[in-house]
C-alpha cells in the first residue's frame, strides 16, 4: 500500500486525494468515509451498489490508491479504525480490543482480524535474531528448560512445551505460580528458563525470573514491554508485539498472545534448523511412540 501518510492511515490518504477523483471514484471514497465502519465489512459488490457505481469502479478505485486487492482495502479501513483516539466514553463501550457494544459480527471479525495479523507483523519487526540465536544454543546446551506464566500467556508456555519436548529437550511448565517459583529454586547454571509475560509486570513471573537468575540459571523473557520489571530482570529479550487491554474489566489481551506463539515457534524453528540431525531423530521417535498410534487406521 503506498503514498499513506499518518502511520500509514488509509482513510488519511482517501481523504486527501477525493477531490482530485473522478466523479465516480470521488462517490465510492465519499461512501468510505462517510461510515468506515459499515464500509469495511462491505464486500465489493455491496461498496458499488452504495456508490452507485460497477464493481469495475471500486476496481479502479483500488488501483487509483496502489492496493493489492480488496482484502487490503478492508484491512486497511479496520486498521484507520482500530489505530484513531479513543474518548474514555467510547472506551467504556469495549467489549474486547477496540470491539465495541453494538458491532456487528462482520465488524467483529475484521477488528479481531486486524488485531491479529498486526500482532504478528509488529512482533515479527520486533524479534532480535542475535537473542534467538543465543538462546537457541543456551537451550541445546541445557539440562533442564523451564517456563513460567500465568493467564492466558500459559497457553503460549505450554505450546512451548510441546515443541522443545518433541524436540528432545527436558520442558516443564506448571500452571501453579507457587510451584513455578519452587521450580525455578531447582534450577542452576546450564539450565534455561523462559518466563513470559505480555505485560512484563506480572509478580509471579518476575519472582520465578528472579529466583532463577539468583540461582545461575539462563532467563529469556517474552515480553511487550522493554521497559517492564521483567526485561529489567532477565539475561534476553525476545519482545512482542504490545497492545492495549480493551478494558479493566474484560482484562488482558488475547489478541496480543499471537506475537507470544510466534517468537515461540521462531524460537523453536531457529533451534530446529540449526540441531537439524538430533532434532528430526527425536521429531521421527516421537512421532512413532507417541503420535502415530493415536491416528485412525486406514485415513488420509
Known sequence: MADQDEGGNLLHQ??????S???ALRGVADVILSDPESAQSL???????RAGVADSTVSRFLRELDLDGYNQLRLGIAQAIYSRPVDAEQRASWVYEGVLRGDSRDQILQKVL??????LNRTAER???TVLDDAAERIHSASCVYLAAMGSSATSAESAVMRFVRAGKR???FRDQSIQSMGSATLGPGDVLIAISDSGDSTPI????QIAKFHGAFVLGITSNVDSALASVVDSVLLTAGTVASSDVYGESVTGKWGQLLAIDVLYATYAARYFEETADYLHESYLSAIKPTRVTGTH
Open 114 to 119: 486486524h488485531g491479529s495479523i498486526e500482532a
Open 14 to 19: 482517501i481523504s486527501r486525494r477525493a477531490s
Open 206 to 209: 518476575v519472582s520465578s525470573a
Open 21 to 23: 477523483l473522478s466523479p
Open 43 to 49: 464486500s465489493i459488490t455491496e461498496l458499488a451498489g
Open 127 to 129: 524479534l532480535d535474531p
Open 171 to 173: 520442558c516443564h511448565f
